[in-house]
């Protein structure tokens, strides 16, 4: 890279490498939060944090995180940060880029002997990707109060989520009182984990909203019978509505997926009874995951969906119970301000850059839900994620946490003259 930037690309390479060499045998990159391995990664980290100088703990929510005092401590604490564990099979650089970029902004500001005037800290969240036990963003949610109480009983390997909180250095009790007032503004550098940079050979993309995620289940009811006597014209296979419907939703989200925001639709589970091959098909339960940057799609496409499905009960002479929605978040806007001292900062390093919407869930949805915070991304090769095959420039990540590094010096001034006139530009 022929930029002259403030941080150290090898450095950034070198602790990339280190932790993709912690990974389960035969199955690269693979560090699932709980496991010894993840304690391993962040071992790693830990370390290479202290040798930057930052003062490391582990939260309630068993976060690791890594501090730098600023000049002016009360003004509150801008943070930095993403996740280390991995989904399997696929994590050499989804979360840890953005672990390892928020780390290179720390040494690259001590390199420099800058002080901030307020705290830094970069954070290792716990469990952003589904974990163990069938929930995701456990360390983003815990650091700000907001894990459901009762997620602490789900158990997996026969203890509780409570327990492996507590095993990786938590204080599961405290979760329901944790807050963080303190918190100033955060931002995350993540992998795009789609084509969009790639393709239109761009260098960040700054992050207007991470989109809504929608869950809705459906059921389909038709008539068991043998499928070798029952003539065709008397049956009522479930399994045919629900192969329409999926064909359905997809040309839906299709068209939807045309307006300006960001939306798609995916049937990602699919459970058919009796599942035998000479019986016709009685049940169906397939599983919808729908994600939408503007909420209105959203419930544009629940609209269209409730009434679709009593006309293909009535086409296919079938049962379909209402849709219902399992789980059901918002969308989170980024920042406009730290949006502005994104786009700023790309501008002073020379990056090319364009707004987008992330389809995927990231930590900073939640973060943002008690601080301003914004996130950009870096290309990856053919957008491919949660794969072996995933891969980002080395590059590019560093152009990144330049990126990074120029909007902190930014906020810190920024936030500090909101502090002393009493304005915020978010």
């Given at each position: 890279?022929?930029?002259?930037?403030?941080?150290?690309?090898?450095?950034?390479?070198?602790?990339?490498?280190?932790?993709?060499a912690?990974?389960?045998?035969?199955?690269?990159?693979?560090?699932?939060?709980?496991?010894?391995?993840?304690?391993?990664?962040?071992?790693y980290?830990?370390?290479?944090?202290k040798?930057?100088?930052?003062?490391?703990?582990?939260?309630?929510?068993?976060?690791?995180?890594?501090?730098r005092?600023?000049?002016?401590?009360?003004?509150?604490?801008?943070?930095?940060g993403?996740?280390?564990?991995?989904?399997?099979?696929?994590?050499?650089?989804?979360?840890?880029?953005?672990?390892?970029s928020?780390?290179?902004?720390?040494?690259?500001?001590?390199?420099?002997?800058?002080?901030?005037d307020?705290?830094?800290?970069?954070?290792?969240?716990?469990?952003?990707?589904?974990?163990?036990?069938?929930?995701?963003?456990?360390?983003?949610?815990?650091?700000t109060g907001?894990?459901p109480?009762?997620?602490?009983?789900?158990?997996?390997d026969?203890?509780?989520?409570?327990?492996?909180?507590a095993?990786?250095?938590?204080?599961?009790?405290?979760?329901?009182?944790q807050?963080?007032?303190?918190i100033?503004g955060?931002?995350?550098?993540?992998?795009?984990q789609?084509?969009?940079?790639?393709a239109?050979?761009?260098?960040i993309?700054?992050?207007?909203?991470?989109?809504?995620?929608t869950?809705?289940?459906?059921?389909?009811?038709?008539r068991?019978?043998?499928?070798?006597?029952?003539?065709?014209?008397?049956?009522?296979?479930?399994?045919?509505?629900?192969?329409?419907?999926?064909?359905?939703?997809?040309?839906?989200a299709?068209?939807?997926?045309?307006?300006?925001?960001?939306?798609?639709?995916?049937?990602?589970?699919?459970?058919?009874?009796?599942?035998?091959?000479?019986?016709?098909?009685?049940?169906?339960?397939?599983?919808?995951?729908?994600?939408?940057?503007?909420?209105?799609?959203?419930?544009?496409?629940?609209?269209?969906?409730d009434?679709?499905?009593?006309?293909?009960?009535?086409?296919?002479?079938?049962?379909?119970?209402?849709?219902?929605?399992?789980?059901?978040?918002l969308?989170?806007?980024?920042?406009?301000?730290?949006?502005?001292?994104?786009?700023?900062?790309?501008?002073?390093?020379?990056?090319?850059?364009?707004?987008?919407?992330?389809?995927?869930?990231?930590?900073?949805?939640?973060?943002?839900k008690?601080?301003?915070?914004?996130?950009?991304?870096?290309p990856?090769?053919?957008?491919?994620?949660?794969?072996?095959?995933?891969?980002a420039d080395?590059?590019?990540?560093?152009?990144g946490?330049a990126?990074?590094?120029?909007a902190?010096?930014?906020?810190?001034?920024?936030?500090?003259?909101?502090?002393?006139?009493?304005?915020?530009?978010?």
């Open positions: 890279m022929s930029r002259n930037l403030p941080v150290d690309a090898g450095r950034i390479a070198g602790d990339i490498e280190a932790l993709a912690i990974t389960e045998p035969g199955h690269p990159w693979t560090r699932r939060a709980f496991t010894p391995l993840f304690l391993e990664g962040r071992a980290i830990e370390a290479q944090m040798a930057a100088g930052l003062e490391t703990r582990i939260d309630a929510a068993g976060n690791l995180i890594g501090r005092t600023g000049r002016k401590p009360w003004l509150g604490t801008i943070m930095l993403s996740h280390s564990d991995t989904v399997p099979d696929g994590g050499r650089f989804d979360g840890i880029a953005g672990v390892i928020a780390l290179e902004v720390a040494r690259a500001l001590s390199d420099r002997a800058i002080e901030l307020h705290d830094l800290e970069i954070v290792d969240f716990l469990a952003e990707e589904v974990s163990i036990f069938g929930v995701s963003c456990i360390g983003s949610r815990g650091m907001q894990l109480e009762a997620w602490l009983s789900r158990v997996s026969g203890r509780d989520l409570a327990e492996a909180i095993e990786v250095g938590g204080t599961p009790g405290v979760l329901a009182q807050k963080r007032p303190d100033a955060f931002l995350e550098l993540h992998i795009e789609g084509p969009v940079l790639e239109e050979r761009e260098d993309g700054i992050v207007t909203a991470i989109s809504g995620i869950r809705i289940e459906i059921a389909v009811e038709g068991a019978d043998h499928a070798g006597t029952t003539p065709m014209d008397r049956r009522a296979d479930a399994l045919v509505a629900a192969a329409q419907l999926v064909l359905d939703i997809r040309n839906a299709a068209e939807l997926a045309k307006m300006p925001g960001h939306f798609a639709a995916t049937v990602g589970e699919f459970r058919i009874e009796p599942n035998a091959a000479n019986v016709v098909p009685s049940k169906v339960a397939l599983l919808i995951d729908g994600r939408a940057e503007i909420r209105a799609d959203m419930e544009a496409f629940c609209r269209w969906l009434g679709h499905v009593e006309k293909l009960a009535d086409a296919y002479g079938v049962t379909i119970k209402p849709p219902s929605r399992v789980s059901d978040n969308p989170t806007p980024g920042d406009a301000g730290l949006l502005s001292t994104l786009e700023a900062a790309c501008i002073r390093v020379g990056a090319k850059h364009r707004r987008m919407a992330s389809g995927a869930g990231h930590d900073t949805a939640w973060i943002a008690v601080a301003p915070a914004a996130m950009i991304f870096v990856c090769r053919e957008g491919r994620s949660h794969s072996a095959d995933e891969w080395n590059d590019d990540i560093a152009l946490a990126v990074l590094f120029e902190v010096r930014e906020m810190d001034k920024d936030l500090t003259r909101e502090k002393a006139d009493g304005t915020h530009t978010g």
